[in-house]
C-alpha cells in the first residue's frame, strides 16, 4: 500500500521546508510511488515554493480561502487512497509513512497519531506535557477524534464527497472524526514509534486565542452532533466559569506528578487560564448560536494581560530547563494550590475582560443543561477505568516515565490528563449539573 502525503500551507512559515523534507523522507521510507502534495493556499499564497526540487514532491494551489478547501485540493489529487495528513509546522518522522500506512491497512477508516510539542519555555512545555495536540480518545477506545496535524484517511472508506466541510476554517478534523463515527467507520490510533513534533509558538498569546478558537469550534459542533462526542471539554461551562468570577476556581490541574515547585506553579497557572478561556469560548460561542448571547469578551486586552501575569510567573521561576521538568508518580495528591499561583491575579483579569449578561435565557439553560448531563453520565466510567489504569501500574509506580502513562491511558481510551487527575488535590467539589432544561 503506497500513500499520498498531504500538506496545506500559505507557504509564509520558516518551517515549511522542513516539513516538507521530513514528509519527502518518510514517504521514500515506503517506496518510489509514494508522494507528497504540497497545497498552497490563502493570501499570498504561490506555487513558489523555494525547496529543493524532488520527483515525488508536487505542489498544487488552492483557489478557495482555506485550510478545509486546501486538504480537500490534495485528497482530489491524490493518487493513493490511502492519504496521510501533516501540517506546515510538523515534523514527521523517518517512520510515519509506513507506520500509517499498515495502520491504515487494518481496516480503519482513519488514524490519528501522537504529536509532541518543540519545547522552547513555560507555555510550550506545558502543552507538550498535556499533550494538547494529541486527538482526544473516545467511548474507551484508544481513537476518537483526529487532529489533521498527525493524520491518515482511506479515501475509498470515507463518506462520498470532499471529506471536509469547506465552510470550516477551524475544528474541520474533529468534523470529519465525528461524521466518520455517525457512517459507522472505525478511528484508530498509533500507539509506539516516534511522535511527530509540532512547532508552536512560545507565547501566552497564542494559548490564549488557540484555546478560545477552539472552544468556539467546540460548542459548534456539538450543537451540530450533540453533547456526548465533544462534552470532555468541561463537567460544566457555567460553573466554571462563574466560580472563576468568583474568586474560587475549581476544575483545574495542580500537575501533582510534577516535582519542581516552580514549574508546577507555572503549569498550574498556565492551566487555570486555559480551562477557563475554553469555558469563556465555549460559553461565548454557545450563546451566539442559540441566538441568546451571554458573554461579552474583549480577546485583545484579555490575552495581553493573562500575557503579563504569566510572564511575571516564569521570572520570577529563574533559571528553568522547561524540556526536562522532573515528574515523579510516586507521591500521592498535594493538597491545594501552591501559594505561587497568582489565582486572583487570573481571576480578575477575567472579571475585568468578560462581562456576562444579567439575566441567562431559558433556551441557553436548556444547552447548558444537556451538556452538563451529558459529561456527568459518562464520568462513572471514566473513574473506573482511571482506577483500573493505576490498579495495573502500581507495582512500578516509582519508575514511571510520563510517556508510559500517557500509553497505557490511551490503550484504556483515557487522555493523559484525565489518568494524572487523581494526583491533584480532590478536596474542591467537581461542578455538578446546573440546569434542569
Known sequence: MSVSVVIPSTLQRNTVAACVDAALTAARGLGPD????LVANGPGATTGFDGPADPMLR?????????????????AAARHDTVLFADDDVLVPPDWCHRMAEALGSGAAAVGGPIRVAVGGPVTAFMDHLRMFDATPLDGAPGGLLI???AGLRRDLAPDGPPFDPGRHAGEDSDLALRLRAAGRSIGWLSGGTPAVHHVDEDVR???SRSLRDARTAAGLVQQYGHRALSQYLPSPWATYQAVRDGRPQWFRRFGEIGAPEVRAVFTTLSLIWVTCVATGYLEQTGRLVGCPLLDVDEERLVDELAAVV???AAAAGTVDWSASPVTFAAGPRAGVDERVPVEAVCDVFRRHTAPQQAVPSTLLRALGRHDRSWHSGRADEDERVRRLWSDLAPRRAELTLAEVDAAARALGLPLSAACSHLDDDSLPLPGPQFSG
Open 206 to 208: 497564542s494559548l490564549v
Open 311 to 313: 510572564a511575571g510567573l
Open 59 to 75: 505542489v498544487l494551489t488552492s483557489e478557495p480561502a482555506g485550510v478545509s478547501a486546501a486538504r480537500n485540493t490534495g485528497v
Open 34 to 37: 509514494a508522494e507528497v502534495l
Open 148 to 150: 489533521t496535524a498527525n
